[in-house]
């Protein structure tokens, strides 16, 4: 199978839970976790009579996230009913936005694939709707929790600007960062708040017609969207090779199984009978809210790696790192303060703070010290204060004890010795105690000089400044 | 003390809870004897309420010594059985609600209970009030107080017959194509249809949610003026309820009409009504001039097609309105293999054959394909409905019309026609499609005793002025009710 003669062809509809304490539509609990049905009310839960009442901090946040993604933002948008009925579905339509979204156009840069030109995903729409319960399928019964339902969403769509799986996982990596950076989302895949429905086709390598794509729906994790996409798009150029056509169908991933399936025509509606939500009034936007909103706008992970690059001369790769989370830039910001070496400031957050972060499972801000004690251990280490390792030590600890860098430094005794006297000392001791390998130093055998260093440094308890033993004995071994 | 204290009026029975001449308690007892005498005549309710009734008037009699009660406290009011009442059964006249008990009060009941007002039940209407005559109902036909053989109009029609049988002082209806003026007039009392927006729609099941509107049946201009009053206002619960400040409606009943422009549309005044209708509204606009009034001819060019856009607008909104009726969380549910069979078993046997019908029109309406050429269409003539409304107040104050081409018709008379059932409602549904209040009052009987109403539309938040035009109407007194022949 000639797979390389082809490109895939993808767009994304990722569907976000907003960072909202009540739901779209009704003053119930968005909390997660809550028991079955303890979040709920005669609104959503669609009883006769009920009517719905927009929670304006959904619109903020939805605002928020179109400036962030360089959208326009609708000042006249209207709601509408979208119907089909699923037991999760209590009104038997879903309130969604269908002709006029809150934002349009837009678009989100990638991080670079390593020749610096970011690659630019065109979004074609942003709007706001209302998520649907959950089905829960116990032994012999099928129960209905609605504590999701009426949760608002956004739902988040590209252009078919994506060509490969690992473009599509960066897009929603970045995508899940902007909607972090502006407190719009969690993006906790886990718990259903970030979900992605993908738009798949391929054609031969320079075609400019699209083939004809299948919808992969309801992944939740971006692994999921990532085999799902290169198995489909396996399953597609299999069919072309074969003289086959493509039929424009809805599939499921089965992740047990790692393949799609189509759904069943029963299993969604073909019809969705859009119409104009009567219960609601049509959405006005002032442009004061938007300049009001745009004036509280964060630096966008974008503006910010592009920084990095320019200010700090970090490369794509640490600035994109870095930037992925708001907190961690953040914490890295807050930890360089009077470091000359930015570069390995950088290289110590993503590894060493990083690596316990994510071992810990814990934020950030809860797993490490706080970055002015980092900051104050790498001083350290430029004002050769520490080694290297006695500043990886002294992290460890202070992980552990919560203390801080110079009290950790000083109860461990870490501190290095740059007494140039003593070391001078010590170096004479050394060279005295071995006169063989003095002389086959001085014969030209110069690889021993490590030796010498190693002798020296045991001798100060290793906490000697290599670079000043370097010096000395370079002279004394020199004669 | 005064006997069948069911016959007074809110104004009147007002006046007496408050001198302390009667108490709320004779007043719910003389409507509850009254109720269990004459329902198995009528069929006025689907749930008499004796116990809560009883309950809510010794509060209010309470309440009324202390002199601060508001007007409606102690009256007793039916209830059209399409506004969720908290622990009472609210069934829409539908075997799907049949044992439907909401746990919220709509906002209207909210506000009639803090207002002390005692509910005798809940009233009959065509189911989910798709109908004009109350032979839609799951609990059987209401049938007119004064000719049993009659229907009493619809779909608020339980909420008519209730007050015409003096059953009850007043009663809340609803109206999206005439559910409240033409009971009214079949029915002889008064009914008001509000301007959309002018009360709060949440807690009514909504049939058609851009043309629903709440209002009051009463025996007076003067007593619709009061619960109208109480109904009205903002509801932080409902989006599309109009802030605008409520006027004392009763203040402007001055009975002064003089120079007051009344408009006489041609198109409402057709071949084939009724004869007796037509002369009575023609009557009824003479004595408007002879109270210093001045009738104005006045042309609605896009009435003829105002039918046809209500019920693509109409039955499209409810399509998906009735989608939650579905089993799963209340109401009827008739168990089967999967949920699909589940959903169509159980509105199969829950819905009426009407609201069917409705729900196919509409889901045909907007499906694809077919929404530019119904639904966006109608939505397109009901912008030149509301325009042919703007032009037309250019040159008058009021409207006056016939409600109903005729008077009550025979219980069957059109039930396996539905299309000359519609035409029911031909001079009530542009004032729904285009949001304007309008109310219906009676003007005179035919040669069958039976009564005639006349139609009074206005602009936008008018109300002030129609009620002070009808209320002009009674006080000229050449119009005498009749007693109902029950």
């Known amino acids: ?479 | 003390m005064p006997s069948e204290l069911n016959k007074l009026t809110i104004a009147e029975a007002s006046t007496l809870l408050r001198k302390g001449e009667i108490t709320a308690l004779q007043l719910a007892r003389d409507c509850l004897d009254r109720i269990q005498a004459i329902e198995p005549k009528l069929n006025a309710f689907i749930t008499v309420c004796e116990k809560e009734a009883l309950e809510q008037a010794h509060a209010a009699d309470r309440r009324l010594k202390s002199n601060e009660a508001p007007a409606l406290c102690g009256i007793p009011l039916g209830i059209k059985d399409i506004y969720a009442t908290r622990g009472v059964r609210t069934t829409c006249a539908s075997r799907i609600l049949g044992n439907f008990v909401p746990p919220f009060d709509a906002t209207v009941v909210e506000r009639l209970r803090a207002a002390g007002a005692v509910f005798v039940g809940k009233t009959n209407l065509d189911e989910f009030a798709m109908g004009s005559s109350t032979e839609n109902s799951a609990f059987g036909a209401t049938l007119n107080p004064h000719d049993t053989e009659r229907v009493a109009g619809g779909s608020s029609g339980g909420s008519a017959a209730a007050v015409a049988a003096n059953e009850c002082l007043g009663s809340l209806g609803t109206d999206t194509g005439g559910s409240i003026r033409e009971p009214a007039s079949f029915c002889g009392v008064v009914g008001m249809k509000p301007t959309y927006s002018r009360v709060s729609r949440y807690g009514v099941i909504a049939y058609a949610s851009s043309l629903d509107q709440v209002g009051p049946f009463a025996k007076s201009v003067r007593d619709a003026a009061i619960i109208l009053r109480t109904l009205a206002g903002k509801d932080p619960r409902d989006s599309t309820c109009s802030a605008r400040a409520v006027p004392d409606y009763e203040r402007a009943l001055t009975g002064d009409v003089k120079g007051l422009r009344i408009g006489v549309p041609k198109e409402y005044f057709v071949e084939g009504m009724q004869p007796e209708v037509e002369k009575s509204v023609r009557a009824a606009i003479k004595i408007y001039e002879s109270l210093g009034a001045k009738a104005v001819d006045v042309s609605m060019p896009h009435t003829g097609y105002a039918i046809a856009a209500y019920y693509l607008v109409a039955t499209a909104e409810a399509s998906a309105n009735l989608a939650r009726y579905d089993g799963i969380r209340y109401g009827l549910r008739i168990d089967a293999e999967d949920h699909i069979d589940l959903y169509n078993l159980t509105r199969a046997e829950g819905f009426g054959a009407e609201v069917k019908r409705r729900i196919m029109l509409g889901t045909f309406a907007l499906s694809a394909g077919y929404y530019d050429a119904y639904y966006l269409k109608s939505q397109k003539v009901r912008t030149l409905i509301r325009r042919d409304f703007e032009r037309a107040f250019e040159k008058c104050d009021l409207i006056v019309t016939p409600v109903a081409p005729t008077t009550a018709f025979k219980l069957g008379e059109k039930m396996n026609d539905p299309l000359t059932m519609y035409l029911s409602d031909i001079f009530t549904i542009s004032v729904n499609l285009a949001g304007l209040p309008g109310m219906s009052i009676p003007c005179g009987y035919d040669e069958k005793n039976l009564p005639i109403g006349m139609q009074l539309i206005g602009p936008p938040f008018s109300e002030e002025t129609i009620f002070r035009a009808g209320d002009a109407f009674e006080r000229a007194g050449s119009f005498k009710p009749r007693p109902t022949a029950v």
């Not at chain 1, 939805?62 to 360089?70: S, V």
């Not at chain 1, 198995?231 to 074969?242: G, S």
């Not at chain 1, 759904?263 to 009567?278: G, H, I, L, T």
């Not at chain 1, 400031?345 to 797993?367: F, P």
Request: with cysteine; net charge neutral.
């Open chain 1, 1 to 479: 199978m000639n797979t390389e003669a082809y490109e895939a062809v993808i767009g994304l509809e990722v569907h976000t839970h907003l960072l909202t304490k009540s739901k779209l539509f009704c003053g119930c609990s968005t909390t997660f976790g809550a028991g079955p049905n303890e979040n709920v009310c005669p609104v959503c839960m669609g009883m006769p009579g009920v009517l719905p009442v927009l929670n304006r901090r959904v619109v903020e946040l939805a605002i928020r996230t179109g400036l962030a993604t360089h959208c326009t933002i609708a000042p006249h948008s209207i709601f509408d009913r979208k119907s089909y009925f699923y037991p999760d579905l209590p009104k038997g339509y879903q309130i969604s936005q269908y002709e006029t979204p809150i934002c349009k156009g837009g678009y989100i840069d990638l991080p670079s694939n390593g020749d610096g030109q970011p690659r630019r995903v065109r979004l074609t729409r942003i709007h706001i709707e209302e998520d649907a319960g959950k089905n829960i399928h116990a032994a012999g019964a099928s129960l209905v929790d609605f504590n999701r339902s009426g949760v608002p969403l956004i739902e988040i769509v590209s252009e078919p600007d994506l060509r490969s799986s690992a473009d599509a996982g960066a897009y929603l990596r970045q995508l899940r960062a902007i909607l972090r950076y502006v407190d719009a989302s969690d993006g906790k895949m886990e718990e259903g708040s970030f979900r992605c429905d993908c738009n798949v086709s391929v054609r031969k390598r320079g075609s400019q017609e699209f083939g004809t794509r299948t919808e992969i729906k309801n992944l939740n994790s971006f692994r999921f969207v990532e085999n799902a996409i290169d198995h489909e798009v396996a399953r597609q150029v299999e069919i072309i090779e074969a003289g086959g056509r493509v039929l424009q169908e809805t599939h499921l991933w089965d992740p047990a199984r790692n393949e799609t399936r189509p759904m069943r025509s029963k299993e969604y509606a073909n019809d969705y009978r859009y119409f104009p939500e009567p219960d609601l009034p049509p959405l006005i936007v002032a442009p004061e809210m938007v300049e009001s909103i745009r004036a509280t706008m964060p630096e966008l992970p974008a503006d910010r790696r592009a920084r990095y690059i320019r200010e700090l001369a970090l490369t794509d790769y640490e600035a994109g790192v870095l930037t992925a989370d708001r907190d961690v830039a953040d914490y890295f910001e807050a930890a360089i303060p009077g470091l000359k070496n930015r570069k390995s400031a950088a290289n110590w957050v993503m590894t060493e703070v990083l690596r316990v972060v994510h071992e810990s499972g814990k934020s950030i801000g809860e797993a490490v010290p706080p970055a002015s004690e980092i900051g104050a251990l790498l001083r350290m280490i430029e004002e050769q204060k520490i080694s290297l390792n006695a500043a990886k030590m002294a992290f460890a600890a202070m992980v552990k004890s919560g203390k801080g860098a110079e009290a950790t430094v000083a109860e461990l005794g870490l501190a290095q010795v740059s007494d140039e006297a003593a070391i001078a000392a010590a170096c004479e001791k050394i060279i005295a105690a071995e006169p063989a390998k003095l002389a086959e130093y001085r014969g030209g055998r110069d690889k021993l000089f490590g030796f010498f260093v190693g002798q020296v440094m045991k001798a100060m308890g290793g906490k000697a400044n290599p670079k000043v033993i370097n010096d000395i004995l370079k002279q004394k071994l020199a004669g």
